[in-house]
């Protein structure tokens, strides 16, 4: 009997990496089993493949970022290609060139990834436009933030096998988080439950048209959780005043060991970092071993970002 | 000039309650000199056969946006025109955001005679409310009527401080002057860009809640109660505001509203993934706020249809959506668009073409849009079934930015006649 010959879900080149909303399930599960076999690899002695030899991939930071910037850099790097990381806070701009014509300077050296992070939603989708090489999606304004999320998947996969029937929290600032809907739309697309919890005016509209359920109380949005992901209040940005205090928050929104009892008893904490100790999460539980997958997240975050750079750029 | 006879024409004027076919006789003046079923011309009269076409006023457009001085890469007098008269625009209100601000009498002349240079279309220039429309001084509302000022708007910008805006129409009460407002809390609009919804929460963008609106109406007709004068709401963009609209009238508050095109044909889902010239002032809402605004013309509590023309270059577009300029070109498409109105039965043609026509000339008080014996034959003429494709390229606006390109639309201008001339034709 004929094996069937393997066929990739992610045709076409280029093909960018725009949000979750744009993937389909095959293609998000595609990345997840490709990442598996790279968490092994970076935990060997020897990290290097040359998979990407020969090929450049350009970091675009437009926002301070290092997690996500070093995890794209090292996946680049282990992967043989050849990594520029350009930090745009303090340069291009400052000068009034637009994203577009930076990236048609970038485009005129024959990148074959540019790996974005940019403060304005939608940004990457212009660059995608505008350029012949593939595109990734590191972080924009509040509407997505893909490798996040599937980072997220694959922490929890790691753990629970599957992401399929499972109930997860995403608690905190709603509103202002890419993390959150790039994550409400891939759990969803992998078959889990998600409630939302967060006070009423850091809920974005329409919410529950996302295909969540949202809570403003802990103990009820929390009820039978098996993950529970934390938030980061982002104070930067935020314009006027969304919130009595920190203090307040923390009371009624901050995650403690008595407030994560409202979640199964095996419930495990992820948090996207960097975390605002004492604001949002209770410190000795963000520390936790037996609990927080924090340190996991970053761990397989850099598989992930491996197996986006090798399936994309092809 | 000659005198013109048009024939065999379907005259559509709403301001005489006309829908007849029949003639049109143009006298050597440029001034109507007999309309309708028996209206005839002598035998030395110049003679356009119009079989199977509409004949209506000229187009009145209370909103568009003039890039001289200060933009004329964007738009000038000319082109501006040009693209006005393919749509069978004959008068135009313009926008007094330049570049200087028309806020005192030196610019207004300066802006006349320029007009009446570079123009071929009817000039109703604007000046602002307040002072570099910054909403601390009012203009001079006396002086500057006096010298041609048809209205006084600050645009995009609302008077925010409620002691000022009572003064304004105070003043404006004694003096018969139009104040034309933009309806939006700033600190409720802050950053946004967009509609306040689901649609904003996907592409993570700032939204704008109704309320922004809604708010600034209400107050403002409050102080209308206390100080009646001309008071005009630019566009008004969901059901809520019309909701306040529907209630004021009711008591007798005596005011008027307008509403774009672009809000009545098209929604927030339109914007897709992030089309900026469809980033717009008032934002597009939701389907359920358009079909209410085709209410709202239907129960006449919207007068008025304007194209909201804001010519923007393509460097102003080329950003991401937050960033982007705010508008979209339409004087050329307005009259087409609104005929998808008529054609997919949102509303009666008679009803569209008052709000084109006769009811911005009553508000703007000039002696337009109006086919009478006696009046400028300034008039449309169109094929009401005519399909065809919006192309950007196509259209005579010196900016691109439409936001209906590649739209099919049914219904397109054959002429107009500016005072009985031919000023266009295709």
């Known amino acids: ?314 | 000039m000659k005198e013109k006879i048009l024939t065999n024409v379907r005259i559509i004027d709403p301001s005489q309650k006309m829908d007849e076919i029949g003639n049109i006789v143009i006298d050597e003046k440029g001034k109507i000199k007999s309309i309708g079923k028996k209206s005839g011309a002598s035998k030395s009269a110049e003679k356009i056969d119009l079989k199977g076409l509409v004949a209506i006023p000229g187009l009145v457009d209370m909103k568009a946006f003039v890039g001289e001085p200060g933009f004329e890469y964007k738009e000038n007098f000319r082109t501006l025109s040009q693209a006005a008269l393919a749509g069978g625009v004959t008068s135009i209100v313009t926008m007094p955001n330049t570049k200087p601000i028309i806020d005192n009498v030196s610019m207004v002349d300066f802006i006349i005679r320029r007009g009446r240079d570079k123009a071929k279309v009817n000039l109703f220039p604007c000046a602002s409310i307040t002072r570099q429309k910054e909403g601390n001084q009012m203009t001079e509302f006396g002086l500057l009527k006096a010298r041609g000022i048809i209205g006084f708007s600050d645009v995009n910008k609302t008077i925010q401080n409620t002691e000022l805006m009572s003064r304004i129409m105070n003043y404006a009460s004694d003096i018969d002057v139009l104040i034309m407002q933009h309806a939006e809390d700033y600190e409720l609009a802050r950053n946004s860009c967009i509609n306040q919804s689901e649609v904003a929460t996907r592409l993570g963008l700032q939204g704008v809640s109704d309320i922004a609106e809604k708010i600034i109406i209400e107050r403002d007709l409050s102080l209308l109660s206390e100080y009646p004068c001309r008071y005009h709401i630019n566009q008004i963009s969901s059901k809520n505001s019309l909701n306040v609209i529907k209630k004021n009238k009711s008591n007798g508050i005596k005011f008027s509203t307008g509403v774009s095109i672009n809000n009545l044909s098209l929604n927030q889902n339109d914007i897709g993934e992030f089309r900026t010239f469809l980033k717009l002032s008032p934002p597009l809402r939701s389907e359920e706020d358009r079909l209410s605004l085709i209410e709202g013309i239907k129960n006449d509590l919207i007068d008025v249809i304007v194209s909201d023309h804001l010519p923007e270059d393509e460097e102003s577009k080329r950003l991401p959506f937050a960033q982007a300029a705010t508008g979209s070109i339409g004087i050329e498409t307005l009259l087409s668009l609104s005929l998808e109105l008529y054609h997919n039965e949102s509303l009666p043609l008679e009803k569209i073409i008052t709000c084109l026509t006769i009811n911005p000339a009553k508000i703007l008080k000039i002696n337009k849009g109006t086919l009478k014996e006696g009046s400028d034959a300034d008039i449309c003429i169109f094929d009401l079934e005519k399909p065809w494709v919006v192309k950007a390229e196509e259209l005579k606006s010196k900016s691109k930015n439409t936001a209906i390109e590649n739209k099919r639309l049914q219904g397109k201008v054959k002429m107009t006649l500016l005072q009985g001339e031919v000023a266009y034709s295709n």
């Open chain 1, 1 to 314: 009997m004929a094996t069937a010959k393997k066929v990739s879900a992610i045709k076409n080149t280029p093909k960018h990496l725009l949000g979750i909303q744009n993937l389909s399930v095959l293609e998000a599960k595609e990345i997840l089993t490709e990442a598996k076999s790279f968490i092994k690899l970076n935990r060997g002695s020897s990290k290097k493949l040359d998979v990407l030899r020969g090929k450049t991939q350009i970091n675009l930071f437009f926002e301070p970022s290092t997690r996500t910037q070093s995890s794209f850099d090292l996946a680049g790097k282990r992967l043989g290609a050849d990594v520029m990381t350009m930090n745009m806070g303090n340069s291009a701009l400052k000068k009034g060139e637009t994203l577009i014509d930076t990236a048609m300077t970038l485009n005129a050296m024959h990148p074959d990834i540019i790996v974005i992070r940019h403060q304005d939603s939608g940004a990457p989708n212009l660059l995608s436009q505008k350029v012949n090489c593939t595109v990734i999606n590191a972080g924009d304004g509040r509407r997505e933030h893909p490798t996040q999320a599937l980072l997220d998947a694959l922490t929890i996969i790691n753990r629970k096998d599957s992401v399929e029937g499972l109930k997860i929290a995403i608690c905190g600032d709603i509103l202002h988080s890419r993390v959150a809907r790039s994550n409400i739309y891939l759990m969803n697309m992998l078959g889990a439950e998600v409630n939302v919890i967060a006070p009423k005016t850091l809920m974005p509209t329409g919410i529950d048209n996302l295909g969540v359920k949202s809570f403003t109380d802990m103990k009820k949005g929390l009820d039978g959780c098996d993950i529970v992901m934390m938030l980061r209040l982002q104070n930067e940005r935020m314009q006027g005043s969304f919130l009595p205090s920190k203090r307040e928050y923390y009371e009624f929104f901050g995650l403690t060991p008595e407030k994560l009892k409202f979640a199964k008893k095996d419930a495990l904490l992820m948090h996207p970092g960097p975390m605002n100790r004492g604001v949002e999460i209770d410190t000795k539980l963000a520390d936790d071993i037996n609990v927080s997958l924090v340190k996991e997240q970053v761990e397989l975050g850099v598989a992930v970002r491996m197996a986006c750079l090798k399936l994309y750029c092809k």
